[in-house]
């Protein structure tokens, strides 16, 4: 349990800490990928689990070192408010920037896989706990999941590989690859070291944050610290956005949402099982990211040629925006007692 600290030096160490995680993660990120390049692993592989875990390395040390302090409310809350966030916020602020084209193979299969997870978390976690059996079961589902999207994602962009190659080579400028492997592996550690340290001090501060304003550590865990865990992946979506990337943006958010469900989750409670959290996260929290998860799917299939690709429209974002106000307004209302 964290002692109890002044209420300025609450709001410098969340301040702080998500600066910190924002800068380690990057650091992390950027390490591990020349690390994995350096030992041969192809580019898509280094997009979809390097950059992915990355992404989602704020989520896990937050939720591990929460589920520690005995704070298991924080550590779910980060989890799956992650999630929301990223669909919500990040995926709306992007598609604000330049609408999104969607691909078949995303719309079809990624939206509904992802609202399966959900429906299937809130089958295992229904007893309000999460042993460790519980968070084996969703690293088993992760294992046998990744490869597979993987596979299937690489297998339908097959067709379209020489068409990549040159929209990657038009908008990604020329970078120099002199970074020696011992700078690489320096900032891995180093990120990661620092990664582990911000978020033992973000906990610390939002913990006590939540006691001064007399909130739950869930609505803490669902707002300051799920949107500061996801800073890796707004930076990237908007950048992204900008240059048209429209698969990296709806794939860092896919992937991440894959490994905040399933692989953070699963790794917290392996080291730190939760015995009981707020029924609120049954009843409101994994409805609403399930629902969200299916209007990736209702907003950009192509509803006239479903097998060709579709688009998601500022008007939709507009709608992930307004919903995610409404679902912050009526959780600070629940969670408060007020309604």
């Not at 592996?185 to 501060?205: D, E, N, P, R, Y």
């Not at 392996?270 to 929290?285: E, G, M």
Request: aromatic share 10%; proline share 4%.
């Amino acid at each position: 349990m964290y002692s109890d600290i002044p209420f300025w030096l609450s709001l410098v160490m969340i301040i702080g800490g998500l600066a910190a995680l924002a800068w380690s993660s990057d650091a992390f990120v950027d390490g591990a990928a020349k690390v994995a390049k350096a030992l041969g692993i192809s580019p898509f592989i280094i997009g979809m689990v390097i950059i992915g875990f990355g992404t989602s390395a704020p989520e896990l040390c937050v939720s591990v070192m929460s589920g520690f302090s005995g704070h298991a409310n924080l550590s779910l809350g980060n989890a799956y408010g992650s999630c929301i966030f990223n669909i919500a916020v990040i995926l709306g602020v992007a598609v604000m920037i330049f609408p999104l084209v969607t691909r078949p193979a995303v719309t079809f299969v990624a939206g509904p896989g992802l609202a399966a997870i959900c429906l299937f978390s809130m089958f295992i976690l229904r007893d309000g706990s999460c042993s460790r059996t519980d968070a084996a079961v969703f690293l088993a589902v992760f294992a046998v999941l990744l490869p597979l999207y993987c596979w299937f994602d690489q297998k339908t962009k097959v067709s379209d590989k020489s068409r990549r190659k040159k929209k990657r080579a038009a908008i990604e400028p020329a970078k120099e690859e002199d970074s020696s492997i011992v700078v690489a592996v320096a900032k891995l550690v180093v990120g990661l070291s620092v990664l582990v340290g911000s978020s033992h001090i973000l906990v610390w501060g939002a913990v006590d944050l939540a006691t001064f304003f007399g909130v739950s550590d869930l609505v803490i865990g669902l707002t300051i610290v799920a949107a500061g865990t996801s800073l890796p992946e707004l930076a990237s979506a908007i950048a992204s956005a900008r240059r048209g990337e429209h698969e990296f943006v709806l794939g860092n958010i896919i992937g991440s949402n894959l490994f905040n469900m399933l692989a953070v989750v699963g790794l917290a409670c392996v080291i730190a099982p939760v015995k009981s959290f707020s029924p609120y996260v049954l009843s409101r929290d994994l409805p609403l990211l399930t629902l969200l998860s299916l209007s990736i799917l209702v907003f950009g299939v192509n509803r006239r040629h479903p097998r060709w690709p579709g688009a998601i429209t500022r008007r939709e974002a507009a709608v992930w925006l307004v919903v995610f106000g409404v679902y912050t307004v009526i959780m600070f209302l629940q969670e408060t007692g007020r309604v």
